[in-house]
């Protein structure tokens, strides 16, 4: 029991208080401080039976607190190695918090740096200063543009998917990594990065004017139908989404594809925000559970713009994830013309929250686990599409290495190299007899064929850089066309039906 200072517990001014009274004053107090003796001598007497859990945790934290001090005292001071880290204590508590943060039954709960944590938000938000392309690399490392943003500096210069990177201020990218290429076009907004691409045979000069760009959404139109392709939930996806659907809405389109394959999800009230723009006030975004079952229903925001009787197909796969998973159920349990098409979703059931540490690091982790409209939980499981759509098995098998200059297949031989080269040629619309890998007559002739169709030099064999052009060949058609994408193809099927 604390003592008690006679000022602070009565909070009242002495002067308050007469002669008169002082002396019953005085004898409350010493009746009170028997009291509180005989008390504490009671809860003594009671420690065993009631304070013992109290100790417990006290002494256990105090102890944890103890060893991971002397632990980390040795390492800076003792450790062989420390001498040679710069800032070893910065570096040995941040790999203890991620050792505390990683575990086997919540791969999504995490520790942070600066770093790490900045990354991640930009990673979700997809706002940097940049051009407003996104590229991939050839199988001969070449660097081509994929996509053009909307508005983006990129497309107000002319650039086209489908453009060469060639160089970057005067820099040849010819087998440079994406990293080290992303470095080179990135700067401060308001600069000039002088860039040429190679359209063809040609080679285009250009200068253009960076600046800050949010790219979680991508829209086109084919025909009477609007293609939306969401990356990812970040801060400025349901402005993104307004504006592609605006410009549908205006051109008189109602059949719309969303495209959430390998969207791993993203931020609650931007799925709150997304969906509200194909639900009415009041819908259900997701229903938060935590840890002792209370639930909060977090409703749909903003004004509901896309027509309700309007068909829509989701296009997942087992990367859509989390939020991504959130928004196709929230669409599909609450409208009456959605069809999910692709594959079997990543499973992803929980709700993580970032709390700043206060140096600039994070703890990422899990506070509630979330559940559809309807009450489902898909964690582990994820979402069974309507309907199971593969995309050409060629996009799942790794790329093969070579391990010599004697890797050469011929006919009668057998191998992963021709079984990959019979599976590109398959996708590529060649006529194939076989898929197992054994080089076969037939599989000879689709060679020469892709050969002269590619202006290209074939003694009917089979060596590395011939499997490189068949898989650049199918990269390219992958990133630059739809007619090969399975699950596409069927989404239009199935709105003009």
Not at 241 to 255: A, H, S, Y
Not at 339 to 359: C, E, F, H, N, R
């Amino acid at each position: 029991m604390p003592e008690y200072n006679e000022e602070e517990y009565l909070d009242i001014p002495r002067h308050t208080f007469i002669d008169e009274r002082k002396s019953q004053y005085e004898l409350k107090i010493r009746r009170l401080k028997l009291l509180c003796l005989a008390l504490l001598t009671l809860c003594v007497m009671m420690a065993g039976a009631l304070g013992g859990l109290f100790y417990v945790t006290k002494h256990r934290t105090y102890e944890a607190s103890e060893k991971f001090g002397q632990a980390l005292d040795i390492m800076e001071t003792e450790w062989f190695f420390a001498e040679g880290i710069e800032n070893a204590h910065e570096r040995l508590t941040d790999q203890a918090l991620k050792g505390m943060t990683t575990n086997e039954e919540d791969p999504h709960t995490s520790y942070m740096t600066r770093q790490e944590q900045e990354d991640f938000v930009q990673g979700i938000n997809r706002n940097f200063v940049g051009i407003g392309v996104q590229f991939f690399q050839l199988a001969d490392e070449t660097p081509m543009i994929e996509r053009v943003f909307k508005g983006a500096p990129a497309e107000e210069a002319g650039v086209l998917p489908g453009d060469i990177i060639y160089s970057v201020e005067g820099v040849l990218v010819q087998g440079l990594s994406n990293d080290e290429i992303v470095d080179l076009v990135r700067g401060e907004s308001g600069t000039v990065v002088h860039m040429q691409f190679k359209r063809g045979e040609e080679i285009l000069s250009i200068n253009i004017t960076r600046r800050e760009i949010a790219t979680t959404v991508y829209g086109e139109t084919e025909g009477d139908t609007g293609i939306l392709v969401i990356s990812q939930f970040g801060s400025s996806t349901a402005d993104e989404t307004t504006v592609f659907l605006q410009e549908f809405i205006d051109d008189g389109i109602e059949k719309l594809i969303i495209d959430l394959r390998d969207n791993g999800g993203g931020y609650v009230l931007s799925l709150q925000k997304t969906a509200g723009l194909f639900l009415d006030r009041g819908a259900v975004a997701l229903i938060e559970e935590d840890s002792a079952g209370k639930q909060t229903i977090e409703s749909v925001a903003g004004k509901r713009i896309w027509n309700t009787t309007a068909p829509i197909i989701i296009l997942v796969n087992e990367n859509t994830a989390s939020a991504a998973e959130a928004f196709t159920l929230a669409l599909k349990e609450q409208r009456d013309n959605v069809t999910v098409l692709g594959t079997v979703t990543y499973g992803k059931g929980t709700a993580q929250i970032s709390y700043p540490l206060g140096d600039g690091s994070y703890l990422k982790y899990t506070y509630a686990k979330w559940l559809s409209p309807d009450g489902n939980w898909i964690n582990g499981t994820g979402i069974t599409p309507d309907e199971i759509v593969e995309l050409p098995f060629i996009l799942n098998i790794a790329a093969y290495t070579f391990t010599g200059e004697d890797d050469i297949y011929r006919q009668d031989s057998v191998g992963q190299a021709v079984q990959i080269a019979q599976y590109a040629l398959e996708y590529l619309d060649y006529e194939v007899d076989r898929t197992d890998g054994y080089f076969s007559a037939q599989t000879e002739k689709a060679l020469y064929a892709f050969a002269q169709d590619k202006d290209y030099t074939c003694d009917g064999t089979l060596d590395e850089d011939l499997l490189n052009q068949l898989i650049q060949a199918v990269l390219f058609d992958w990133m630059t066309e739809n007619t090969h994408d399975t699950q596409y193809q069927r989404a239009m099927e199935i709105l003009h039906d």
